[in-house]
Nanobody, 118 residues
Framework: QVQLVESGGGLVQAGGSLRLSCTASVNAFSISVMGWYRQAPGTQRELVAAIRSGGSANYADSVKGRFTISRDNAKNTVYLQMNSLKPEDTAVYYC????????????WGQGTQVTVSS
């Protein structure tokens, strides 16, 4: 069982920045993909950004150029640096880890609230 512990959410004004962190309870080298999803009230959970073990990343179009995902395998941690935040970025942000073994398993963090005021 993999546990993911998130931190770094909060309240920020539009144009501000926040950095989210997510630390896994297992060696990050065993995790194929780590990523961040978000869910606003009344909407479906959507991918924000994901990074593979080799370092390649992909982003939702809505955050390209503003958000940066990175991972520190030595610390079993993935980060999401969020700059130029907009009110529409307000959501609960969830950390995700995908492990490919005999089966593929998705693990989720508990979520952290990000609120951007206008």
């Amino acid at each position: 069982q993999v546990q993911l512990v998130e931190s770094g959410g909060g309240l920020v004004q539009a144009g501000g920045s926040l950095r989210l962190s997510c630390t896994a309870s297992v060696n990050a080298f065993s995790i194929s993909v780590m990523g961040w999803y978000r869910q606003a009230p009344g909407t479906q959970r959507e991918l924000v950004a994901a990074i593979r073990s080799g370092g390649s990343a992909n982003y939702a179009d809505s955050v390209k150029g503003r958000f940066t995902i990175s991972r520190d395998n030595a610390k079993n941690t993935v980060y999401l640096q969020m700059n130029s935040l907009k009110p529409e970025d307000t959501a609960v942000y969830y950390c995700n880890a995908v492990i490919h073994a005999s089966v593929t398993i998705n693990y989720w963090g508990q979520g952290t609230q990000v609120t951007v005021s206008s």
